[in-house]
């Protein structure tokens, strides 16, 4: 196959979504600036999303977050097109989505992008067999292979001897569970999370999200993960776009997104979450090949980065690559600033 | 006081009497050109009313006990339900209401088939639209509350009296609900869920039938129930126009003061609503078995 003119594995250019009557006519009115109070209040229109660009990585789990009402959940949706744009393009490697006609939608929709959902939106009539394999039977494939890959699935989520149960009789996490091999049972490339994890206990999440990373590391899916817990996003995102009221605010990765936040709300956004554990030494360090101390791994987060110091009581260590070469130095008191200082990790 | 405020301004006498006239000889010339025609179109309900009932006639009664007591089981699985039915029909059997009661039994079945046919696909109609609704929910309303006298005039001066416009007449009042309700099932599928039958591309039918109907079941059946026992109550009226069954007995009964002929036939009637009641609500539960667990 040709290479693409875009890296990107999914790009969204200037994409609005204005809800109401008459959204071509308010159209002009967004794009004129006019911003999403004003545009409800004298128009009567909602301003979903406004001009949003956005490129997505393949192979990756691209975060989006923002509150409720940020649009989050209407862009995702954007992506198989559930929700038609105002105005805008979607491309999914390099073709336009949007010029799809009925046949080669509904092919993306079956095999390319499969999509996961916040109350699981699980078939109650269906036992969790049935439901892992609903895209294949949608595809039409045979009853066996349907069998087959859903026992495959059944124990890759750990789920064995409750294929005939129905979801009623599950607890949120194991329907959780069902819900993300149902999307991956149909092979995707692409796999839309709609705030997977938000409806489950603090600590199913943790475990859904281990078996998340766990199973991206063999499948290597591009996964658009929207969630409205920085925790979270931080925790699965190689890369966070944060949105509010419908517009971007910053897109980079999670420490680009802690270290240097665009604005007050993207910093109010990141002021409480914990550094030590996300932050890596070598953001932080001074460089230069003459550190002092015990060695310590550029990409070592700071919490075990102090605590390496203060169990051998330096005040100060010499920081190495990969290879073992001195690459710069870190002082244990600036470490302990940045966790305890938001403000001071910037400088 | 002015006179035109005491008086309701009303159509004078002649023009009044001028209009029924053009109504009726109207509706009287459309039933002489095209009666013949119509009744032609209902001639294979005709036959296969008549053919349902010499069947249920002419068979051996305990043939019949056993296939009605195979239904009640295929259908809802309880001992206790099979047993009911198998008394119903004998208490009616002993009661010298058998015969009357295997007509009644053909002209309900073939009714209620027909509110199926008709009422389902005219419940996803209106749920799919809400034109459609707004289009059809007066139409439903008139069906249900036109005095029943008022639109058997017309269907005997079709196609006279008799079976067919019995049928017609039941099927009339009793298909508003099944269509209501399959509306209103439709309608009340989890939207989350049919999402998420679009995120996997699903097609429309697979989404109508794969998930929608499925869902809507315990409100479909519920219609489906309601159609019944109206046809049932409605098929006793029906005798008036030539409807035999149940019926007439009852008819009989209320001209001559038969009290105890009336109390026989009227047991009859209810024994039937109870088990066709019984019967269908236990299959649809039974189908919606996923939802008790």
Redesign the interface.
Known sequence: MPETKSEAKIAIKGLYKIFGPDPAASLALAKGGMGRGEMLDNHGHVLALAGIDLEIAAGAIHVVMGLSGSGKSTLVRHI?R?IEPTAGGIEIDGADILSFDGAA???????R???V?Q???????R?VAENIA??L???GLSKASRAETAARWIKRIGLDGFAG??P??LSGGMQQRVGLARALA?EPEIL?MDEPFSALDPLIRGDMRDMLLELQVELNKTIVFITHDLDEALAVGSRITILRQGAIEQTGAPQDIVLNPANDHVAAFTRDINRGRLLRVSAIMTTGANGEGPDIAADTVLEDAAHALAATASDQGRVVDGAGAGIGSIRLDRILDVIAHPAVAAN | MPEWLVEFPKMDRDALRSLSKAIDEGYRGFSRAYGQGIEDFFDPLLFALVWFEKLLLGAPWLLILVILGTIAWIAVRSLKLTAGVLIAFLAIGYFGMWDDTMRTLAIICVCTLIAIAIGIPVGIAMAGSDRTQALVTPVLDVMQTLPIFVYLIPVVMLLGLGKVPGVIAVVIYAIPPVIRLTNLGLRLV?K??L?????????SR?RLL??QL??ALPNIMAGVNQTIMMALSMVVIASMIGVKGLGQPVLRAVTNQYFALGLFAGGAVVALAIVFDRTSQGYGKRL?K??E?
């Open positions: 198989n559930l939608l509904t092919d993306l929709r079956r095999r992008v499969a999509m959902f109350r699981f939106a699980l078939f109650p009539h036992n609903y895209g039977a949608i595809q149960l129905y009623g009789q149909t839309l | 989890d989350d869920v999402e998420a039958a679009d995120a996997f591309g699903a097609s697979q794969g998930v499925p869902l919606q996923f939802r667990l």
